[in-house]
T-cell receptor
């Protein structure tokens, strides 16, 4: 039981490039979400999904795209990377509103 | 507008003493609160929670107190251990949703 896995751990992009951050969970949780953490800030919700085929925007969705074709996977796409998207990205899954299980994070730098 | 506030960015405590981490909130609709602990280069992990129908919840060395009238909660760690050194986030789910609103976090350093 691996929990929540994220790949890659680190990524450097140039401005304008696109990429996909991968997230997978093996706990059969319906709810999954993406957060970003910036220095001196708490985690901010980017997008979330309450089940396969259903996604919605969080607090800071601009510049990001998501889809949920399976219960297990919830990739986050950066359409055209900008330096303001330099951050640490965390994926989480949850069976209920009580707790969320976070992945180890992806540290992204956009030059 | 920050709905969950942790006004102390850092806290240093001697090993064996009590650590008290504070959190204030502005949204009176919040009815459930969670504390997460985060070590460097790892994702946050759930620590303890409290429902608004309670004013205290205890789990081993960790106790969370909720003062609804003051819109304030605190996490007490007794006794503090060096392994408790981490960033602690207070969070609350939005009404009817799983979406968490996080505070900015407090970095706790427990000095041996």
């Amino acid at each position: 039981n691996a929990g929540v896995t994220q790949t890659p751990k680190f990524q450097v992009l140039k401005t304008g490039q696109s990429m996909t951050l991968q997230c997978a969970q093996d706990m059969n949780h319906e709810y999954m979400s993406w957060y970003r953490q910036d220095p001196g800030m708490g985690l901010r919700l980017i997008h979330y999904s309450v089940g396969a085929g259903i996604t919605d925007q969080g607090e800071v969705p601009n510049g990001y795209n998501v889809s949920r074709s399976t219960t297990e996977d919830f990739p986050l796409r950066l359409l055209s990377a900008a330096p303001s998207q330099t951050s640490v990205y965390f994926c989480a899954s949850s069976p209920n509103a009580d707790t969320q299980y976070f992945g180890p994070g992806t540290r992204l730098t956009v030059l | 507008d920050q709905q969950v506030k942790q006004n102390s960015p850092s806290l240093s405590v001697q090993e064996g003493r009590i650590s008290i981490l504070n959190c204030d909130y502005t949204n009176s609709m919040f009815d459930y609160f969670l504390w997460y602990k985060k070590y460097p280069a790892e994702g946050p992990t759930f620590l303890i929670s409290i429902s608004s129908i309670k004013d205290k919840n205890e789990d081993g060395r960790f106790t969370v107190f909720l003062n609804k009238s003051a819109k304030h909660l605190s996490l007490h760690i007794v006794p503090s251990q060096p392994g408790d050194s981490a960033v602690y986030f207070c969070a609350a789910p939005g009404a009817g949703s799983y979406q968490l609103t996080f505070g900015k976090g407090t970095k706790l350093s427990v000095i041996p």
